[in-house]
């Protein structure tokens, strides 16, 4: 190996068009070590190893602040900006070791990675936004995106046009502000989806309104500011051929619209039913982000425009989006992006705001504080004037004042082309940090949406009058799921007596896409890859409501959002067709020989977010067959369905109770009680609770003679009692059904069960009965409950 140069690089100023500027002169070879760190030389000196150091301290520093931060509920990418902002600053107490991290010469090669990784993470951004939003958008809609962006930035400006007469000021910071104030005044469209996504805030109707906003604000920003921008430096140059730039610019878009989407949807329109995006299309889209971005560069635009506009031709969703989201957004995401932050916060200078820049300084603060209280005020009190609640309003105008990465890189691409100040640079980032933090952070903490639906007057089967509907909400997460629910509806017994309507819920996990999406079935278009599975959910339900015709009306809806905040949706459902019971299938599924065939986590999670603040009472089917299978109560014509309930007491055992008296008028269903009582209890008994069980209890022995109904009473002393009792009922049994929680006057008999509880959401006796060790299906049930002063007028009614 030949002798290594004492100097690997040299720096110094040139003169420039305007001013003097930096250059580098570094050799050649100096991009691999290979292996000279053994000979004595520094491995950073060479550009490759450099890189991969750089990286790894970024990343681990960005990880690090996010997890100290985590408690204040602060996204990834704020971390990853004040984690690098506060670790270049300690290094910037020693030269020497920021040269030796950070030289002149590496920032060149970190810089193009990350303004790579960054067109990547746009693309992806794009991949996401669903087109179809700016169809839908209605006109107040418009009219308050558009004034988010324009009423903040001309308040701004005719604050700004006074001041030379009124401040001393020099001339470079006053030709500033206005780019300060449009900077502020701007909100992208990927800044609050991240924020509501971040929240579980997607599907709420906070999150709706805001995601359609922003993406109007989104629009009119970037018209506004690049007509602005043309036209400033036509007239600087005292020419008009920049504004041909514009003309190719809308050339290049509606060449992207007309042409290249196309091409992408056929593609995406290739991939057989179940199968995913082949290595052959993944490099063409590829290939297609990367011409994109260059044509992009070549029209005087940032290559991130080129990627942004890439991504919004491919369809979002599975099977094509998602499997571009999943593969780009890690690398770009986790590596490459915290890399465009250390950029960022190489170019805030804190010093930059004292000294004899004091008073630049304090201008531009107010005018950014302006910009952010015009904002606020003026999307605060239209949301109000379009009948949105003040708390919302309020929430909504927080929330449209956030930003996010886009925002960071638009003020890094301003600073370096030197249209901003350092200190208005650096404002504009720390007032960044503060304004989304706080309001990440306020509405975790203040903001709850199910508050709506505790004001909400809470319905329920036992308060269903005979004449009504009986309005069920069922929750669909895959196929199988249809039979084993079809099946319990028939068996809820539909008549011209007894009718009922079904909403059925077929939902959809989010992926590849950043904003979530709630519509009738008949809309399903907008999902083009969910079409196939919802048109066969619907034809199933559509047959049975056809064989039960004049008894049973069926609804369908399509949701797709992320399993966090999913149950959103059903509620919205719920309360809008003013449910009595919403059936959600178990999480768990079972095999052919009766062991566990897989589980789902997500479906969990929905399931306990629905128990906890339901608006109506909710079923949860576990189904082993009996319910779904061969022998289910539709094929049945000679043979009896036998249902079991098992009534220890307590509100949620008189609903499970009402809701079995309906199944028992079934000609094909036999239904056997089983009242069990406690030898004797440790706890005195509830006497209003008391009264209304025996009430019910005696009302049902009355409604229940000549029926193919069984009342069996049995007394047991503990919860092992209550085991083997429950083994003994399983011999003839289809379907299960009990109540989840039971008075503490009966807490002898499930007290022990405690111990083995996998599934606590389905209470004590519905978690043993979902153990591997019994072979019927279970519907455990759960009434919302009601507040103390409501049992007075609470009345026991039987639907016949």
């Given at each position: 190996m030949?002798?290594?140069?004492?100097?690997?690089?040299?720096?110094?100023y040139?003169?420039?068009?305007?001013e003097?500027e930096?250059?580098?002169?570094?050799?050649?070879?100096?991009?691999?070590?290979?292996g000279c760190?053994?000979?004595?030389?520094?491995?950073?000196?060479?550009?490759?190893?450099?890189l991969?150091?750089q990286?790894?301290?970024?990343?681990i520093?960005s990880?690090?602040?996010?997890?100290?931060?985590?408690?204040?509920?602060q996204?990834?990418?704020?971390?990853?900006?004040?984690?690098?902002i506060?670790?270049?600053?300690?290094?910037?107490?020693?030269?020497?070791?920021?040269?030796?991290?950070?030289?002149?010469?590496?920032k060149?090669?970190?810089?193009?990675?990350?303004?790579?990784?960054?067109?990547?993470?746009?693309?992806v951004?794009?991949?996401?936004?669903?087109?179809?939003?700016?169809?839908?958008?209605q006109?107040?809609?418009?009219l308050?995106?558009?004034?988010?962006?324009i009423?903040?930035y001309?308040?701004?400006v005719?604050?700004?046009?006074?001041?030379?007469?009124?401040?001393?000021?020099?001339?470079?910071?006053?030709?500033?502000?206005?780019?300060?104030?449009?900077?502020?005044s701007?909100?992208?469209?990927a800044?609050?989806?991240?924020?509501l996504?971040?929240?579980?805030?997607?599907?709420?109707?906070?999150?709706?309104?805001?995601?359609?906003?922003?993406?109007?604000?989104?629009?009119?920003?970037?018209?506004?500011?690049?007509?602005?921008?043309?036209?400033?430096?036509?007239?600087?140059?005292?020419?008009?051929?920049?504004?041909?730039?514009?003309?190719?610019?809308?050339c290049?878009?509606l060449?992207?619209?007309f042409?290249?989407?196309?091409?992408?949807l056929?593609?995406?329109?290739?991939?057989?039913?179940?199968?995913?995006?082949?290595?052959?299309?993944?490099?063409?889209?590829?290939?297609?982000?990367?011409?994109?971005?260059?044509?992009?560069?070549c029209?005087?635009?940032?290559?991130?425009?080129?990627?942004?506009?890439?991504?919004m031709?491919?369809?979002?969703?599975?099977?094509?989006?998602?499997?571009?989201?999943?593969r780009?957004d890690?690398?770009?995401?986790?590596?490459?992006?915290?890399?465009?932050f250390?950029?960022?916060a190489?170019?805030?200078?804190?010093?930059?705001?004292?000294?004899?820049?004091?008073?630049?300084?304090?201008?531009?603060?107010?005018?950014?504080?302006?910009?952010?209280?015009v904002?606020?005020?003026?999307?605060?009190?239209?949301?109000?004037?379009?009948?949105?609640?003040?708390?919302?309003?309020?929430?909504?105008?927080?929330?449209?004042?956030?930003?996010?990465?886009i925002?960071?890189?638009?003020?890094?691409?301003?600073?370096?082309?030197e249209v901003?100040t350092?200190?208005?640079?650096?404002?504009?980032?720390?007032?960044?940090l503060?304004?989304t933090g706080?309001?990440?952070?306020?509405?975790?903490?203040f903001?709850?949406?199910s508050?709506?639906?505790?004001?909400?007057?809470?319905t329920?089967?036992?308060d269903?009058?005979?004449?009504?509907?009986?309005?069920?909400v069922v929750?669909?997460?895959?196929?199988?799921?249809?039979?084993?629910?079809?099946?319990?509806?028939?068996?809820s017994?539909?008549?011209?007596?007894?009718?009922?309507?079904?909403?059925?819920?077929?939902?959809?996990?989010?992926?590849?896409?950043?904003?979530?999406?709630?519509?009738?079935?008949?809309?399903?278009?907008?999902?083009?890859?969910a079409?196939?599975?919802?048109?066969?959910v619907?034809?199933?339900?559509?047959?049975?409501m056809q064989?039960?015709?004049n008894?049973?009306?069926?609804e369908?809806?399509?949701?797709?959002?992320?399993?966090d905040?999913?149950?959103?949706?059903?509620?919205?459902?719920a309360?809008?067709?003013?449910?009595?019971i919403?059936?959600?299938?178990?999480?768990?599924?079972?095999?052919i020989?009766?062991?566990?065939?897989?589980?789902?986590?997500?479906?969990?999670?929905?399931?306990l977010?629905?128990?906890?603040?339901?608006?109506c009472?909710i079923?949860?089917?576990?189904?082993?067959?009996?319910?779904?299978?061969p022998?289910s109560?539709l094929?049945?014509?000679?043979?009896?369905?036998?249902?079991?309930?098992?009534?220890?007491?307590g509100?949620?055992?008189?609903?499970?109770?009402?809701?079995?008296?309906?199944?028992?008028?079934h000609?094909?269903?036999?239904?056997?009680?089983?009242l069990l009582?406690?030898?004797?209890?440790?706890?005195?008994?509830?006497m209003y609770e008391?009264?209304?069980?025996?009430?019910?209890?005696?009302r049902?022995?009355?409604?229940c003679?000549?029926?193919?109904?069984?009342?069996?009473?049995?007394?047991?002393e503990?919860?092992?009692?209550t085991?083997?009792?429950?083994?003994a009922?399983e011999?003839g049994?289809?379907?299960?059904?009990?109540?989840?929680?039971?008075?503490?006057?009966?807490?002898?008999?499930?007290?022990?069960?405690?111990?083995?509880?996998?599934?606590?959401?389905?209470?004590?006796i519905?978690?043993?009965?979902?153990?591997?060790?019994?072979?019927?299906?279970?519907?455990v049930?759960?009434?919302?409950?009601?507040?103390?002063?409501d049992?007075?007028?609470?009345?026991?009614?039987?639907v016949?």
């Amino acid at each position: 190996m030949s002798r290594l140069p004492a100097i690997v690089s040299s720096e110094g100023y040139v003169p420039g068009v305007n001013e003097p500027e930096q250059m580098i002169c570094q050799y050649l070879h100096m991009t691999s070590s290979m292996g000279c760190s053994w000979l004595g030389c520094n491995v950073s000196a060479f550009s490759l190893p450099l890189l991969m150091l750089q990286l790894s301290i970024i990343f681990i520093v960005s990880h690090t602040t996010f997890f100290l931060l985590k408690p204040l509920r602060q996204s990834i990418l704020s971390c990853q900006l004040i984690g690098c902002i506060v670790f270049i600053w300690f290094v910037r107490l020693d030269n020497h070791l920021l040269n030796e991290l950070f030289p002149e010469s590496g920032k060149l090669v970190l810089d193009t990675v990350a303004n790579f990784g960054f067109m990547l993470h746009v693309f992806v951004i794009g991949v996401q936004i669903d087109t179809n939003i700016l169809k839908s958008v209605q006109r107040h809609i418009v009219l308050i995106g558009f004034m988010s962006f324009i009423l903040p930035y001309a308040v701004c400006v005719l604050c700004i046009v006074p001041l030379p007469n009124l401040i001393e000021l020099d001339e470079f910071s006053f030709r500033t502000l206005p780019f300060v104030a449009a900077l502020t005044s701007m909100t992208t469209f990927a800044a609050v989806t991240t924020t509501l996504s971040d929240l579980n805030l997607l599907n709420s109707d906070l999150g709706r309104l805001s995601c359609s906003t922003a993406l109007v604000t989104d629009s009119c920003s970037y018209i506004t500011t690049l007509a602005l921008t043309t036209i400033g430096v036509a007239l600087e140059r005292s020419e008009w051929r920049p504004l041909n730039n514009i003309l190719y610019i809308v050339c290049f878009l509606l060449s992207i619209c007309f042409l290249l989407r196309p091409f992408v949807l056929w593609m995406a329109k290739r991939i057989p039913e179940g199968q995913q995006i082949k290595e052959s299309q993944f490099v063409v889209v590829l290939i297609a982000v990367l011409l994109c971005g260059f044509l992009s560069e070549c029209l005087g635009q940032n290559a991130s425009f080129g990627g942004f506009t890439m991504g919004m031709c491919v369809p979002d969703g599975p099977p094509f989006g998602s499997a571009l989201v999943n593969r780009v957004d890690w690398m770009a995401t986790s590596i490459l992006v915290p890399a465009k932050f250390a950029i960022c916060a190489f170019k805030v200078n804190l010093r930059s705001l004292g000294g004899d820049h004091v008073l630049a300084s304090a201008i531009t603060e107010v005018v950014i504080t302006i910009a952010y209280l015009v904002k606020f005020t003026s999307n605060f009190l239209l949301a109000m004037y379009f009948n949105v609640s003040s708390q919302d309003a309020f929430h909504f105008a927080m929330i449209m004042c956030t930003k996010g990465i886009i925002d960071v890189s638009a003020f890094s691409l301003i600073r370096s082309n030197e249209v901003v100040t350092e200190q208005g640079y650096s404002l504009l980032i720390l007032n960044m940090l503060l304004v989304t933090g706080s309001t990440r952070f306020l509405l975790w903490h203040f903001y709850d949406p199910s508050t709506r639906y505790q004001s909400y007057k809470r319905t329920c089967i036992l308060d269903n009058e005979p004449e009504d509907f009986l309005r069920m909400v069922v929750c669909i997460h895959n196929e199988d799921n249809v039979p084993s629910i079809i099946n319990l509806l028939q068996a809820s017994n539909p008549s011209r007596n007894q009718r009922i309507e079904v909403i059925t819920m077929d939902l959809l996990q989010l992926e590849g896409r950043a904003s979530a999406i709630l519509i009738p079935s008949s809309e399903v278009k907008k999902i083009p890859s969910a079409q196939n599975r919802v048109f066969q959910v619907g034809n199933a339900f559509n047959y049975f409501m056809q064989r039960n015709y004049n008894s049973v009306v069926v609804e369908h809806f399509v949701a797709m959002a992320p399993y966090d905040s999913m149950h959103e949706d059903i509620f919205t459902i719920a309360i809008n067709k003013c449910a009595n019971i919403i059936i959600v299938p178990f999480h768990k599924r079972w095999g052919i020989d009766g062991s566990i065939d897989a589980t789902f986590p997500g479906i969990r999670s929905v399931n306990l977010k629905i128990m906890e603040k339901t608006p109506c009472s909710i079923g949860i089917l576990l189904d082993r067959g009996q319910i779904g299978g061969p022998t289910s109560v539709l094929t049945r014509r000679t043979e009896v369905f036998h249902i079991t309930l098992l009534f220890l007491g307590g509100e949620d055992d008189r609903e499970a109770l009402a809701y079995s008296w309906r199944m028992a008028q079934h000609p094909y269903v036999s239904l056997l009680v089983v009242l069990l009582r406690p030898a004797y209890a440790d706890h005195t008994p509830d006497m209003y609770e008391k009264k209304l069980d025996s009430e019910m209890v005696d009302r049902f022995r009355m409604e229940c003679k000549g029926r193919d109904i069984f009342i069996q009473q049995e007394v047991a002393e503990d919860s092992i009692q209550t085991a083997h009792l429950l083994r003994a009922m399983e011999e003839g049994c289809d379907l299960f059904i009990v109540g989840r929680e039971h008075p503490p006057s009966v807490s002898r008999l499930t007290c022990g069960l405690l111990e083995w509880s996998q599934c606590p959401e389905l209470g004590r006796i519905g978690d043993l009965l979902a153990t591997s060790t019994f072979h019927f299906s279970v519907l455990v049930v759960q009434k919302q409950p009601l507040v103390r002063i409501d049992y007075v007028d609470e009345h026991i009614a039987f639907v016949k």
